[in-house]
């Protein structure tokens, strides 16, 4: 060891603890220097150390001495770094980067959709914008702006530290930053961004005032609706200039700069409406707090009407519902800023097959379209199509409907979620029964035999708190009825019980892991879960279908297939495949659902004219308001719906009477739509068959009462003997809706199942009428089947809008 090291002077370390120093022995054991040598006390004959010796805050002063030094190089250094960068930082040219670009969105097969991206802009002076509107923006976004600097550091650290995580930005940057990233910058969420906004911040606020700053800020922000700047906006959401936007007004624009879309009030979903509400009640509060608005005028004061949207005239027929989804889905998934992507310049391929996107198109024009006549029948302007249809394997979205044009309806009808699913909820109470081993009521698993009660009002049994006694659509009873039977028919007594017996939280849980988002409106623990009750979109229903369909994996359905911007690709969400539910549960409902379609008295009967294997459900809820069919091949999964809405109040009304038809069901116009777009969309394909269940299936065909084994034409002798005997009346799109309004009627039934498709649809024969006596039910179920019926138990609280059934 060199004697440096031992005396301790070799080059100090810079520490936070004290330094500890080694001495070197003095001399003998018993010499004088005591405590300090090493070897003993006494023995003056060795070696003093050449420094005295340190006691109690005296020892730490060489320590802090070099972290002193230490903290003043590292200042010195950040200083310097600091000055490099506001020196090597240049404010680009604020035309260049803020100026928008078209964004080209392309189909599947690389041809052109449609290019958006036009700039609704218009730059005024901040007198042009009311004193009221300036300080709703400052009350939102910063309220110290005219006493602060160019940066808030705390906020910055914040940021760096999310963004460090993967979290994204929190807020924290001044309206000079906002500025800065509107006009110099892009809206990229990184470390480099950051410093470069910082910067940036930095120079602009020592060149330009206070006055400019906030002008800059209000004339380049996004507003949703394709408006840049504040006078864009006070046009798009109001009509008139933003001098003569009030308080109200002002506030809900400065709400608008937290989430343009969500919190358009006029699209958004009630979530959205009452996010948007509570932030602009926030702004206003702000107002108050920093004395630029009274106490009394906020009292005063109510939201603003807001005007409808007016689509861009580029986006019309179905580009604009295209490009409006792939929004959501590039948005929501925080793949692309909503502001980032109106400034444009980006490629986005879509997963929609052009092909089937027409056929889809044709299809819902055919069968619905041509069939209405809102002149003469003002019923008709109610109806609302919405249409989607996915890839099982996949999880492509190959096409989609939104409705007749978007510059007419902005409301997409294949991504809504305000009206209810209906029976087509009954798909996923199988599931959830199957797939978690319910029993009845006196301890029997259920299986697609098991024998329900399906009297009409039947209270259900083995809940808690008020009893529910739904009626089944047109208060038919069906008396003891398998589940089979019960899922042909779509008898909601049965599935009321059934859903009881699984546990209504498993119904839940069973439909958010087969693809309803758990936020679904509607979706709650509650004795009408398994009717319906909740409000997924049409393109929910398909994901959850699929789900079905692909063996019980699940994958999200998606629409965008590859982004692109300036030869540089875009990072998209991964596509994640999970098993919901287990394969042989999948295959059992799909057997089931067979049924639906197969059954004569099913009440998909219509859709056996595809001339493939089919399954699907559907579903009618209360007062016909909408109405559904939802099913699938095993090479496509494709939903359907009918939504009755008042065209100028927007409000959900009956579609009895749409097409001149009385009653309104989903195996009319949506069974048919679906049965016509299938064959075009899987024309020249092999027809493939599903996979059969461990118990062999019973898809309808061998074990029901409605089966056919009689001649065309004559009712099956093993069909309820109560039935009415009128025929069909006649129905736009083949001729044989039933009457009654209801999804069944016929008397008659085809023989055999045709070997290829069809010319005509089949008729079927008739299920029970309302309250059949005991004489004119089945008398006897299979023998297949148990005897006896679900008893025991009190029954649950319903829950609100409960379906109707079929």
Not at 527 to 554: E, F, H, R
């Amino acid at each position: 060891m060199s004697r440096n090291a031992q005396s301790g002077r070799g080059t100090p370390s810079i520490s936070l603890r004290p330094v500890k120093r080694f001495k070197r022995s003095t001399g003998p054991a018993g010499g004088s220097g005591g405590a300090g040598r090493s070897g003993g006390s006494g023995g003056s004959g060795g070696r003093k150390s050449r420094r005295p010796k340190r006691t109690g805050w005296r020892r730490l002063i060489p320590t802090w001495r070099m972290t002193l030094l230490g903290f003043g190089s590292a200042l010195l250094l950040g200083i310097g770094l600091f000055a490099l960068g506001i020196t090597l930082v240049k404010v680009p040219d604020a035309h260049a980067a803020a100026t928008a670009q078209s964004n080209t969105w392309l189909y599947s097969d690389g041809s052109v959709l449609t290019r958006t991206g036009q700039t609704n802009r218009q730059n005024v002076a901040l007198d042009k914008v009311s004193p009221a509107a300036q300080h709703a923006a400052l009350a939102a976004e910063d309220r110290n702006f005219y006493n602060e600097g160019a940066v808030n550091v705390q906020g910055l650290a914040r940021a760096a530290i999310n963004t460090a995580k993967g979290q994204g930005t929190q807020g924290g940057s001044t309206i000079t930053q906002q500025y800065v990233k509107n006009t110099y910058l892009n809206q990229k969420q990184s470390i480099t961004r950051k410093v470069k906004e910082l910067f940036i911040a930095i120079k602009v606020d020592a060149t330009e005032s206070k006055d400019e700053i906030l002008a800059g800020y209000l004339n380049t922000s996004y507003y949703g609706r394709g408006a840049y700047g504040i006078q864009a906006a006070a046009q798009a959401y109001f009509g008139i200039d933003a001098s003569a936007l009030n308080p109200a007004q002002g506030a809900y624009l400065a709400t608008l700069l937290n989430a343009p879309s969500a919190y358009d009030v006029a699209t958004a979903t009630a979530a959205g409406k009452q996010n948007a509400v509570n932030r602009w009640n926030y702004v206003l509060d702000g107002m108050v707090k920093e004395g630029w608005l009274s106490a009394e005028e906020r009292a005063a004061t109510t939201f603003p009407e807001v005007r409808d949207p007016q689509p861009n005239p580029g986006l019309s027929g179905q580009a604009g519902y295209l490009v409006d989804a792939a929004t959501q889905y590039l948005t929501a998934g925080g793949v692309i800023t909503e502001t980032e992507l109106a400034k444009g310049g980006y490629t986005i391929k879509l997963s929609i097959d052009p092909a089937r996107q027409q056929a889809l198109q044709d299809s819902v024009q055919a069968q619905l379209h041509d069939n209405l006549s809102p002149d003469k029948r003002k019923k008709d302007a109610a109806a609302q199509a919405g249409a989607a249809s996915v890839d099982p394997k996949t999880g492509a979205v190959v096409a989609l409907y939104g409705g007749v044009d978007y510059v007419k309806h902005y409301v997409d009808n294949a991504t809504r979620r305000d009206y209810q699913a209906g029976s087509t909820f009954k798909a996923i109470a199988l599931a959830a029964a199957f797939e978690n081993g319910a029993k009845t009521q006196d301890g029997r698993t259920v299986t697609p035999h098991t024998v329900y009660d399906g009297t009409s009002g039947r209270k259900v049994r083995g809940g808690k708190g008020t009893p529910y006694a739904p009626p089944n659509e047109g208060d038919k009873s069906y008396g003891q009825i398998s589940l089979q039977q019960a899922t042909d028919w779509s008898v909601n007594s049965a599935f009321a019980q059934l859903a009881q017996d699984t546990g209504l939280q498993k119904v839940r849980d069973t439909a958010v892991a087969m693809g309803l988002p758990g936020n679904t409106p509607g979706l709650d623990p509650v004795p009408s879960i398994p009717l319906g009750a909740a409000t997924p979109s049409v393109l929910d229903m398909a994901g959850v279908y699929a789900t079905l369909d692909n063996g019980g994996k699940q994958i999200t359905p998606w629409l965008v297939q590859s982004v692109d911007r300036e030869g540089e690709n875009v990072a998209l969400p991964a596509h994640k495949t999970t098993q919901a539910i287990s394969e042989e549960t999948a295959n059992q409902v799909t057997s089931m659902l067979q049924g639906v379609v197969n059954d004569p008295g099913g009440t998909g009967w219509r859709a056996k004219a595809l001339g493939r294997p089919a399954a699907g459900k559907t579903g009618t809820t209360d007062d016909q308001k909408s109405v559904w069919f939802v099913g699938y091949t095993p090479e496509l999964v494709t939903s359907v719906a009918l939504f009755g809405q008042d065209p100028g109040t927007g409000a959900q009304v009956s579609l009895s009477g749409v097409g001149g038809i009385d009653g309104a069901a989903g195996g009319q116009f949506p069974a048919q739509i679906w049965t016509s777009y299938m064959k075009a969309a899987l024309k020249g394909q092999p027809v493939g068959d599903f996979p059969t269940p461990a118990d062999g299936g019973s898809s309808g065909a061998t074990d029901l009462p409605t089966a056919p084994s009689t001649p065309s034409g004559t009712p099956s002798t093993s069909a309820p003997t109560g039935a009415p005997s009128t025929g069909p009346t006649t129905a736009p799109g083949d001729g044989s809706t039933p009457s009654g309004g209801t999804d069944g009627g016929a008397t008659t039934a085809p023989t055999a199942p045709p070997t290829s498709q069809p010319t005509t649809q089949p008729t079927r024969p008739p299920r029970p009428t309302s309250k059949p006596t005991p004489t004119t039910q089945p008398t006897a179920p299979p023998t297949s089947q148990p005897t006896g019926q679900p008893t025991g138990g009190t029954d649950a609280f319903a829950g609100a809008g409960a379906s109707s059934g079929g």
